[in-house]
């Protein structure tokens, strides 16, 4: 992308203010030489003449040259993230599944090992070989360990050791904590419900005063916070919903409430969300925020007369936010124009496109891509964000293997399987 459409962006950003927006737009004339950029970099819903003979392309060669060279190489800047290596594994092989990009079984299998190398002897994974367990590298190993797909990679996950694992972040009020020893925030529920669901070790007992701890992160904005008391965020948000949809109590949140916190952190200019009132646009916010929306539909729509055809936010101006602010020109994705392209961005920009793109609800599957055809992705399932093929396969697999006994586990719960089905 072009120098003067980061300056421009970073002017937008900085001042915050529709009226600035207005202010350029206006002098537009005087601003000849690069009016191109600056028209274009808006987003259509905004003016949608300027924009009628550009069509953004979503750079697909160029992100998956840059995927793939991730998968074997990674540059010194990733040293800070040697207690993420699962999440990496997850972000790259998520978002070559969007671009529909088949994963070579050697390097599946690579990855198999990698991540069999950061299995705990006590149950869960952890952020590199030789480190404590944690929740979030564990759901991020369990979901790429499901993208790939193979009896190799679903034969790694020792169920009764995550069993133990997951026991022993529980805490009282059925909150968990992230690690034994750790902090407490709705993150962890999710982790712990995605990863029990996805692997049929979930029961009841487990999550036993989960729901009403939950129940408690959602504040006076209508969205939820990381504990109780604090300030609605959009990461929480999408945990603590999530969380519910795969126990099947989502339905007992404030909905309405959620439905217009959310909708209302979609930027009326740039197109992309915000994370919190008063934040900037962010890339990644475009599945933490918009990933939000099939669930909500999902839960309203046996209340009203809910469109059949698309979700309830501005599809075409966060596809356009996507494809014009977001894009490295060399490959990978980002958070706004001029910060730096990176993995866990990346694939949570794709995820976002996606969602964008695929409406589903029911029986109904409803496609709005921006532009042109090549700019499709695949559809990813709105509770574990991973492609909805790959969650039935794994539910198939795991739900062939009984629920692990023991003094704390019981039956399995029923509600988890409805979770799984996007369509349901
Ligand atoms: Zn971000």
């Given at each position: 992308m072009h120098f003067s459409i980061y300056f421009t962006l970073n002017l937008f950003f900085y001042c915050a203010s529709f009226d600035y927006a207005e202010l350029l737009l206006n002098y537009g004339n005087c601003l000849y030489d690069v009016s191109t950029d600056i028209f274009c970099c808006?987003?259509?819903?905004?003016?949608p003449s300027l924009c009628l003979h550009f069509r953004p392309a979503l750079l697909r060669e160029q992100h998956y040259q840059y995927l793939k060279k991730g998968l074997r190489h990674l540059s010194?800047?990733?040293?800070?993230l040697d207690a993420s290596r699962p999440w990496l594994c997850f972000w790259i092989l998520h978002s070559l599944e969007l671009l529909e990009e088949p994963i070579p079984t050697t390097v599946a299998s690579d990855v198999c090992q990698f991540l069999s190398r950061c299995q705990s002897p006590t149950g869960g994974f952890a952020g590199g070989p030789g480190q404590h367990a944690h929740l979030a590298p564990t759901y991020a190993a369990v979901n790429a360990l499901c993208i790939i797909g193979s009896e190799e990679a679903y034969n790694i996950i020792d169920r009764e050791k995550l069993l133990d694992f997951l026991w022993s972040v529980?805490?009282?009020?059925g909150s968990f904590v992230m690690h034994v020893g750790g902090e407490v925030d709705v993150r962890s529920a999710y982790c712990a419900a995605s990863v029990a669901s996805l692997t049929n070790i979930l029961t009841p007992r487990l999550f036993e005063d989960t729901i009403s701890w939950i129940l408690r992160c959602q504040n006076w904005e209508g969205g939820l916070s990381g504990v109780p008391g604090l300030e609605a965020h959009g990461g929480y948000t999408f945990c603590g919903t999530a969380a519910l949809v795969i126990l099947g109590?989502?339905?007992?949140?404030d909905l309405k409430a959620l439905l217009r916190w959310v909708v209302s952190?979609?930027?009326?200019?740039?197109g992309g969300f915000q994370g919190r009132c008063n934040k900037l646009v962010d890339?990644?916010?475009?599945?933490w925020q918009a990933g939000l929306l099939p669930l909500l539909h999902r839960a309203l729509f046996k209340e009203g007369a809910l469109s059949?055809?698309?979700?309830?936010?501005?599809q075409q101006a966060l596809q356009e936010y996507i494809l014009l602010?977001?894009?490295n020109p060399t490959g990978g994705l980002l958070d706004k124009p001029g910060k730096s392209r990176d993995f866990y961005h990346t694939c949570y920009c794709l995820s976002g496109l996606s969602v964008a793109q695929h409406f589903w609800n029911l029986d109904l599957h409803h496609e709005r891509v921006?532009?042109?055809?090549?700019?499709r992705l695949a559809p990813t399932h709105p509770?574990?964000?991973?492609c909805p093929e790959k969650v039935a396969q794994a539910l198939q697999h795991f739900h062939r293997l009984p629920v692990p006994s023991g003094d704390r586990a019981s039956d399995p719960h029923p509600a988890a399987a409805a979770a799984a089905d996007p369509q349901s």
């Open positions: 808006v987003p259509a819903a905004n003016n010194d800047a990733y040293e800070c529980k805490q009282p009020d109590k989502e339905h007992m949140l952190r979609q930027m009326r200019f740039e890339g990644c916010y475009s599945f059949r055809q698309r979700w309830m936010f501005e602010c977001c894009q921006l532009s042109r055809e090549e700019n509770v574990y964000n991973i």
